[in-house]
């Protein structure tokens, strides 16, 4: 907008024009106002949460604590270094292993023999997190661990790694968000963004959509190859993924009428979409397959994109269109009870019924995953609600591939896995 | 009703032994209640819970909690203070709130002493407060204390006058300064009648009340936003708890009682309707009781504090002038008011 | 403004036997309710009035402009949003613009409009914690609930997308850290909606409240050459009368495609200041809702290299703050750290107006004048 002196002189007069306005006296009306305000809010439902009876719902990219998947760490120093106030504290050793064949050489490793951070330092910046090359870091949404002496907030690894479980899956992106493999869209409003994140989509790896948590390593990937789309693509060997090929009988609709779908599939009410609408009908514009993927998108998105965790797996996208067929809050909530009456910590019960509301949203069919049907927590490390990193291998033999509806995850694993 | 209650006002020793030590129980009791309440109503006024938890359903305990928390710290007392001043300034805050209960009935002889100058009684104990208040504030040898003193006492001088005159009228129009007498004379509706009077004076003596008792809009003498309780800044433990916030509920709890029975009716029924009179009058009373404490915190977290030379304005360019002229209106309402209209 | 007696005036006053009065010094702070932090005024008091009011500020001196000379951009990023607390997004826009204009990196456009949705949700939450501590510093406490359950909305819809409630971190030189999650547009819409539709309730609450004007109107007059001299910005010089937004005169960012106004005061008086306060609520809403109408789709993070080096080079970016205007001026010698930040935070400009002000005003007043100058310690001695 220019500045326009007249304008402005105008925007003026009406502001001191309507200030005279509220200046003049009200002879007690405005007292009996405010009366009138607080005796209204007597009688209002009250929104406090009672905190240690009721817990807030802490959306999964808080940052409350840092957690430590002690198996994923090779000691590279990388976070200690990059730690604006140097809170966290690594002590190894070399340990040399026998050859792999006779005959070879010996081979060195480090080995961790300490990891810790000093919370009462730590600024909760991230920045270790964000530099883990071999996703060790993750942020978790839990917050309850003061301590009566601050030295004792120094937690050391055991600590860390318990917080493992509940660290939660990445949240799916916003319509209009770029998602790996994707051409960038042509800008419509603004100069565009120097064709940055064109990530080669012949690249993809890591593909399928797993379980959410359960194929944590493969969507590690994919954020990190669609938040830094400018590592991967220096990083030719960075795994990226592909979306989940939903919605496209949408492509050729008009753009309100997508929308529109696209909420009601969501399952959220009509006004709602009514109220999203323009937001909405900004992203119908992009390839409808791009508003309609549901991507995840990590904590640690530098991690596999320099291409050093994670080999490729080479697997096809699958075709099969999913449909919903259970209501995901019903899920939701029989998974809890379900995982509360086996015994499983309320956090972990809580990750597991939205994993299980999240495929259900995503018409997958919930087949029993090692996730779910596993019953006790473990304290570290914790097996199951992650999977084991694949460095350069294949993934865990149990991982199910659900977009199929399959009923014996293994199997269907291995089938399109090859 | 038994004989004894009957007898009530007997003024036998051990009567009056027995009468003090319900005073004293009630006090304390009530002051707790009403820290209770004050924390609930401003919490659920501010879309807030207030305390949950001590005591189990709701916080009943809080209030208890908090006594006994209070009296358990250290008492500290400055080096630079006087002492002796410092140390008694909470009792001359309190003691006065606590002989206020004497005198209001809470019902017809639930009193425990009816005097005939019961009105000049309560005005003239009401007062005794900010002398402590200034005390507290002087000996404290603290800048701030002082400051807050010193707004006390203009404070005072400038609210005790509406009150004494919105009194005044109550007294005219009720023919005698008995208490119990007053209660008596009124008649339904209560407040309304005559009209505007009864209504105006009300008025008068809820806002000298609140600047009385250093509530808000009016706590200038405690503001804790400028200068940090004003008084009580040094003040620690019992004696803080005695002197400031014991204080303030007991006083508000009492001055609601001299509301009710100046204005409300006291331990009437709320209307003129025979089978009413079958409820006690102390649940009348109580319930009236309730409304006015409601009413003392709910002005408490909406308004903001005014300046004190605001305040000052207010009392002797609008108050009191106000009720001097009350007390004309008063006057020719006696003089000229046909009979009918009386009643 | 009420007469200030000079020492003068107090020995002709015994002279012609009045009582002889002295003046007393009041220590405000640093311990103090009105202070929001460790920041002292040393008020020399006669009576009531204030005769003479110096601040004194750097018990939270941190000493910024060094600590950045060790630390990377990175960790600048973090660093900075801790400046002034209450508006950690705000913070980190002009640093990150600053990297942009040395490093030439194109933002993408649907960063862009990210940027600004975040930033005028920041400048809402920091909105209402001034309007809830000015009420309760003028005694009226229920406002300061109202505001925090408003603003634990809009914090809520913050965390979501950036994990923080405070301290967001999301800036990135080229963009932001990573797309916001699914639910963060509606989650913000509503948020700010229920803003605007509560803030009437707000405004029958204090700004209508003739108490309030009483404590307000023509209490604390900053006159607008006041303004000028001492470098004010912000809503307290917009009180004033001076029409100064960055956003208007040198739109940065999105800006200038966005229809809004700037809340101008009239007489620089405290009830102007927070009048402004209040409407700049409004106008951020506003904004927040054309930007989130207008978002585009794609990238989030321009083409930006993995290691973040400027340039040899020196820049000044400058970007308004909720408080008023932030500027950095960035010199770099081309590593991976700056040769030198200058941060110029609003705060302290601002406070330093304040004894020209206070000067024969009530304590009382002093403590709305306080409160209405809308200063973050962290921001004044950083």
New interface residues.
């Given amino acids: 907008?220019a500045?326009d002196e007249r304008e402005?002189q105008r925007?003026?007069d009406a502001?001191?024009h309507k200030?005279?306005k509220?200046?003049k006296?009200?002879?007690?009306?405005?007292?009996l106002?405010?009366?009138?305000?607080?005796?209204?809010?007597?009688f209002?439902h009250?929104?406090?949460i009672?905190y240690p009876d009721v817990k807030q719902d802490?959306?999964?990219?808080?940052?409350g604590v840092i957690a430590l998947k002690e198996e994923n760490c090779t000691v590279c120093m990388l976070c200690a270094r990059?730690c604006?106030d140097w809170c966290i504290y690594i002590d190894s050793h070399k340990e040399t292993l026998p050859p792999k064949r006779a005959g070879g050489r010996p081979r060195k490793r480090n080995v961790l023999d300490r990891f810790a951070i000093d919370y009462a330092l730590c600024?909760?910046?991230?920045?270790c997190v964000e530099v883990c090359p071999y996703d060790a870091l993750f942020?978790s949404r839990e917050f309850e661990y003061a301590e009566y002496d601050i030295r004792e907030l120094t937690h050391e690894k055991e600590k860390l790694s318990d917080w493992m479980a509940t660290v939660l899956p990445?949240?799916?992106?916003?319509?209009?968000?770029?998602l790996p493999g994707q051409p960038?869209?042509p800008?419509?409003?603004?100069?565009?963004?120097?064709?940055?994140?064109a990530v080669p989509a012949g690249d993809t790896g890591a593909a399928e959509m797993k379980p959410a948590s359960a194929a944590r390593p493969a969507t590690q990937t994919a954020?990190a190859a669609?938040?830094?789309?400018?590592?991967a693509a220096?990083a030719p060997k960075a795994p990226s993924a592909v979306q989940e090929p939903a919605g496209s009988e949408h492509e050729q609709a008009p753009a309100p009428a997508a929308t529109s779908a696209t909420q009601v599939e969501e399952g959220?009410p009509p006004t709602?979409a009514e109220?999203?609408a323009?937001?909405g009908s900004?992203?119908a514009?992009?390839p409808e397959a791009?508003?309609r993927a549901?991507r995840e998108?990590?904590?640690s998105?530098s991690a596999t994109a320099r291409g050093e965790a994670t080999g490729e797996i080479e697997t096809p996208a699958p075709a099969a269109v999913p449909t919903p067929t259970e209501d995901p809050d019903e899920v939701y909530e029989t998974v809890l009870k379900d995982q509360l009456e086996a015994g499983s910590s309320p956090q972990v019960a809580e990750a597991r019924a939205k994993v299980a509301r999240v495929k259900a949203e995503r018409g997958v069919r919930r087949a029993p995953t090692p996730i779910e049907t596993e019953k006790k927590v473990p304290s570290a490390p914790v097996t199951g609600h992650f999977t084991e990193p694949v460095p350069g291998g294949a993934p865990a033999a149990e991982e199910p591939k659900p977009e199929q509806g399959p009923v014996e995850p293994t199997d269907e694993e291995k089938g399109p896995d090859g | 009703m038994p004989e004894f209650i009957q007898n009530f006002e007997l003024t036998a020793w051990w009567i009056l032994a027995i009468k003090l030590i319900v005073v004293l129980t009630v006090v304390p009791v009530g002051a707790l209640a009403g820290g209770y309440a004050l924390h609930k109503v401003m919490a659920h006024l501010q879309h807030r819970l207030g305390p949950m938890y001590a005591g189990g359903f709701h916080g009943w305990a809080q209030t208890l909690a908090d006594g006994i928390k209070f009296v358990l710290k250290e008492d500290i007392i400055p080096e630079k203070a006087d002492k002796p001043v410092f140390k008694y300034a909470p009792a001359i805050i309190f003691i006065p709130i606590l002989l206020l209960y004497l005198v209001i009935p809470v019902d017809r002889r639930l009193i425990v002493q009816d005097l005939d100058v019961g009105l000049f009684y309560l005005l003239a104990v009401s007062s005794i407060p900010a002398i402590g208040i200034l005390m507290a504030g002087w000996s404290s040898a603290n800048k701030y204390a002082l400051i807050g003193a010193l707004r006390s006492a203009a404070q005072l001088i400038a609210y005790e006058l509406p009150i004494v005159l919105s009194a005044a009228t109550v007294a005219m129009l009720a023919g005698t300064l008995s208490v119990v007498g007053i209660v008596e004379a009124q008649d339904w509706p209560f407040l309304f009648w005559p009209p505007g009077i009864g209504l105006i004076a009300f008025i008068i003596f809820f806002a000298g009340s609140v600047a009385e008792m250093n509530l808000p809009p009016f706590d200038m003498p405690v503001a804790e936003s400028e200068i940090i309780t004003g008084a009580f800044t040094e003040y620690s433990g019992m004696r803080f708890i005695f002197g400031y916030f014991f204080a303030e509920t007991a006083h508000m709890i009492a001055f609601s009682g001299l509301a009710v029975t100046f204005f409300l009716g006291g331990y009437r029924p709320i209307v003129p309707w025979e089978p009413l009179t079958v409820i006690p009058g102390i649940v009348w009373f109580m319930l009236k009781l309730f409304v006015m404490v409601f009413l003392y915190l709910w002005v408490r977290p909406t308004f903001p504090r005014l300046r004190e030379d605001q305040l000052q304005k207010f009392a002797w360019k609008g108050l009191i002038p106000g009720s001097l002229g009350l007390i004309l209106v008063a006057g020719a309402w006696i003089l000229y008011a046909p009979e009918w209209l009386w009643h | 403004m009420t007469q200030i007696r000079t020492p003068e005036d107090v020995a002709r006053e015994v002279a012609e036997g009045g009582l002889a009065t002295q003046q007393m010094i009041l220590n405000v702070g640093p311990q103090h309710p009105a202070t929001h932090g460790v920041f002292r005024l040393l008020a020399t008091i006669d009576g009531e009035i204030l005769a003479e009011a110096e601040p004194v500020i750097g018990y939270m001196h941190r000493g910024y402009e060094k600590l950045v000379e060790a630390r990377d951009y990175r960790q600048i990023t973090n660093l900075v949003s801790r400046m002034d607390w209450l508006s950690g997004f705000n913070n980190e826009l002009p640093l990150a613009m600053a990297l942009e204009t040395l490093m030439e990196i194109e933002v993408p456009p649907r960063a862009q409009w990210l940027r600004v949705v975040m930033l005028e949700m920041n400048r809402i939450l920091n909105h209402l914690m001034f309007f809830a501590s000015f009420g309760a510093e003028l005694g009226a406490i229920t406002p300061t609930f109202y505001a925090f359950r408003e603003r634990e909305d809009i914090q809520l819809a913050m965390e979501s997308a950036t994990g923080g409630r405070m301290h967001f971190g999301f800036m990135r030189p080229g963009g932001l850290k990573e797309d916001v999650p699914r639910g963060f547009i509606a989650q913000a819409l509503k948020s700010v909606r229920q803003v605007i539709a509560r803030l009437d309730q707000y405004e029958d609450l204090l700004v209508g409240n003739e108490i309030f004007k009483q404590r307000t109107v023509d209490v604390g007059v900053l006159s607008r050459e006041q303004v000028m001299s001492y470098g004010v910005s912000g809503p307290i010089a917009r009180g004033s009368g001076v029409s100064d937004d960055v956003r208007k005169d040198e739109p940065y960012l999105v800006y200038d495609r966005f229809d809004f106004n700037v809340p101008i005061g009239h007489s620089g008086d405290c009830f102007d200041r927070f009048w402004v306060l209040v409407h700049e609520v409004v106008e951020s809403a506003r904004i927040v809702e054309q930007a989130i109408e207008g978002l585009p789709a794609g990238p989030v993070l321009g083409k930006v290299p993995r290691v973040i080096q400027a340039p040899e080079g020196e820049v000044y970016v400058r970007a308004e703050n909720p408080l008023g205007e932030l500027g950095y001026y960035l010199a770099s010698d081309g590593d991976r750290r700056p040769y030198r930040l200058k941060i110029r935070t609003p705060s302290f400009n601002n406070v330093s107006v304040l004894p020209e002000v206070l000067r024969g005003t009530f304590v009382a007043d002093m403590i709305a004048i306080l409160g209405s100058f809308f200063f973050v310690l962290g921001d004044i001695d950083r």
């Fill in positions: 907008m500045l402005v925007e003026m502001a001191a200030l005279r509220e200046k006296r009200t002879y007690g009306i405005g007292l106002k405010g009366l009138a305000v607080t005796l209204r809010h007597l209002k009250n929104t406090v009672e802490l959306p999964s990219r808080t940052r990059e604006p600024m909760y910046c991230g920045i942020w990445p949240p799916a992106l916003e319509e209009g968000a770029l960038e869209p800008a419509p409003a603004a100069p565009s963004g120097d064709g940055a994140a954020s669609e938040v830094r789309p400018e590592q220096d959220q709602k109220t999203e323009p937001a900004a992203a514009t992009e791009q508003t549901v998108s990590g904590d998105p």
